[in-house]
């Protein structure tokens, strides 16, 4: 169980705070939720009722893990499996795992993808466009929170690395 103050991962959303523990104050609705306010997003909040598992939240990274996956980007011209393809079947299971490094791979093939497309002067598609917006907004959100930066800073960082050719 998280407690109020945690930041955590929800679902597709990224990176939120747990600002409180309750009964959401909406008519007909019971029982304990939590109410996270995504940290990137000025949407509102969200009412996730705490013994459900149908959307998944974690505990965001520590600094150290966050430093390994910032090595490994700085590195990923080098790294076999940062550059390895994945199907656009995949992107969706990658989106939804909300595992780091899967993000990571998957910005990282998207960059490669659009860097290919740029050498013939044409565009990214659409849906790849989106996709790595995405991927970029979940990843490097949780980055920029568990460090205490700006999403921009780490953004320029971090797409600096995987976007290299």
Known sequence: ????????????????????????PIKGISGKYYFLQPVFDSKGIIYSPV????????NIMSVKECDKLKTRAQNCKKDAELCEKI???????????????????????????KNERAKDLRKMKSADSRMLLAARKLFYGELAAVY???????AEEMDEYLSVD
């Open 1 to 24: 169980m998280f407690e109020i103050g945690d930041k955590v991962v929800y679902g597709v959303v990224g990176v939120c705070a747990v600002e409180n523990i309750d009964t959401p």
């Open 51 to 58: 013994d459900s598992n149908k959307v998944m939240m974690r």
């Open 87 to 113: 199907t656009p079947v995949q992107y969706d299971e990658f989106m939804k795992s909300q595992d780091a490094f899967k993000l990571m791979h998957l910005i990282r093939v998207l960059y490669m993808i």
């Open 148 to 154: 205490g930066v700006s999403f921009e800073d780490i």
